[in-house]
């Protein structure tokens, strides 16, 4: 919860950072160093030993550019009021014309910058680009990331939500589903089946350590688009729709389908989880069931057929339109999406390139093969072959990236609390955050 609370807050960079330093202008013109290299700015929210790396090894490869990475933060904590200051201060920079030359552009109104043109479109120059294998890269995503048909970001890497399933448990189930295709009332139906029929002394749940707020949040992210549209200003948290949404999840608590408390294991039927890494695709699944089923989540509205999990991008990083060095900005972005960039062990999420992908999926199973590989719990992972084939397939086949704003989230969020804890009725939460969320969107 707090990750996302987190994230809910995060913006990018304050008007200091659009000063460059004393031996740089702040004309039109490409700005030189005082060894005459060209000066290229890039903004982020925070330095880390990987930005250091990648600066050493993109002036090596560029040896006439000198990439100077201007960070708002050096491992000091965010003080409160500074992330809505940090916001506020890069719309003060992006109107004025005066931002920095690449844009960490994470938990940014991406939207309205595009919609007033601060950023550029990469969309030919990705196309062009002669340096990119464009059968490598994940092009799923990217175009999932289009707005207007254009390119206004580049991710550097991504994650996923999955479910995971008991494969034991849902094999004795009556009720069958397909992930591709099912909802939460499917789930709730396959859930009851399975808790009926095991017996013992601990009672089964379908997730545990779960709350309701969690449980909330899922199905707000998978059926964002029916109660926002963003175009149009408008937003439906009133309706219906989104009355049984709030209900259906504090009725399965009731039904003690669903317990915020923890369960022994072998005691819940899945787990929703984030998974960053191909070691994630172990680690989790395998501390919790003895033979894990990789599932795509549960949708909120009516079954629409999905080809992959869900999508959550890590860095996203713009360029500035009105830049001076547009092209030595591109040269940057295309290093970010290179072999020797995105295998780079202290770069976050699943790479951009599927090559990178296979190849640390490959990693993992000769370990586990030879009996390298242990859980956090010290236990050997015992992994079939066969299922790296399904790792290398989820992680490949992912597309269903969901345009999100998360103020609004944020909002819904903490609305949810008073229903969940009991102080305020559903269709009472739901009319104060209709009302919030308008207020925000005609802001």
Not at 291 to 316: D, F, H, W, Y
Not at 414 to 435: D, M, P
Request: glycine share 4%; hydrophobic share 35%; charged share 25%.
């Amino acid at each position: 919860m707090k990750k996302w609370l987190l994230i809910l807050a995060m913006g990018t960079i304050i008007t200091s950072l659009t000063a460059c330093g004393s031996e740089e202008s702040t004309t039109a013109d490409k700005v030189k160093s005082k060894d005459g290299r060209t000066v290229l700015t890039l903004s982020l929210t925070e330095s880390s030993p990987f930005y250091q790396t990648v600066e050493k090894k993109f002036e090596e490869k560029y040896p006439d550019i000198d990439l100077q990475i201007n960070a708002y933060k050096t491992g000091e904590q965010w003080g409160q009021g500074e992330f809505e200051k940090y916001r506020n201060s890069m719309n003060t920079a992006m109107l004025s014309g005066k931002s920095m030359d690449i844009i960490e552009i994470d938990n940014l109104p991406l939207k309205e910058y595009v919609s007033k043109g601060f950023l550029l479109n990469m969309n030919d120059l990705l196309k062009q680009d002669q340096t990119l294998d464009k059968n490598n890269v994940q092009m799923n995503i990217l175009n999932g990331l289009k707005m207007n048909d254009g390119l206004y970001t580049l991710p550097l890497g991504y994650m996923l939500r999955v479910f995971v399933g008991d494969e034991a448990m849902l094999n004795k189930a009556d009720a069958k589903f397909d992930d591709k295709t099912w909802n939460w009332k499917e789930f709730e139906k396959v859930s009851k089946d399975i808790i009926q029929k095991k017996s013992g002394q601990d009672k089964i749940y379908a997730l545990a350590s779960y709350p309701p707020e969690f449980l909330f949040q899922e199905m707000l992210f998978e059926n964002y688009a029916a109660f926002v549209n963003p175009s149009a200003q408008k937003a439906t948290f009133d309706s219906p729709e989104f009355v049984n949404m709030l209900e259906q999840v504090k009725q399965m608590y009731q039904d003690k389908i669903m317990t915020s408390e923890e369960a022994k294991r072998g005691n819940q039927i899945f787990s929703s989880t984030s998974i960053t890494s191909p070691m994630d695709l172990i680690e989790g699944p395998y501390m919790l069931f003895d033979q894990p089923k990789l599932l795509q989540s549960p949708q909120a509205g009516e079954n629409v057929n999905r080809k992959g999990s869900r999508v959550s991008i890590m860095t996203q990083f713009a360029i500035h339109a009105k830049s001076p060095v547009k092209d030595e900005a591109w040269k940057f972005i295309s290093f970010l999406l290179s072999e020797e960039v995105q295998m780079l062990q202290d770069r976050q999420g699943f790479s951009m390139l599927k090559s990178v992908n296979e190849k640390k999926i490959e990693e993992l199973q000769e370990k586990v093969k030879n009996g390298e590989y242990k859980l956090s719990n010290a236990e050997i992972a015992k992994v079939p072959d066969e299922q790296f084939t399904v790792f290398e397939q989820v992680v490949q086949s992912a597309d269903q990236y969901v345009d999100l704003d998360v103020k609004v989230l944020s909002i819904a969020g903490e609305e949810s609390l008073a229903f969940f804890g009991g102080q305020k009725t559903a269709e009472e939460v739901a009319k104060l955050i209709q009302n919030r969320v308008t207020t925000y969107l005609n802001e």
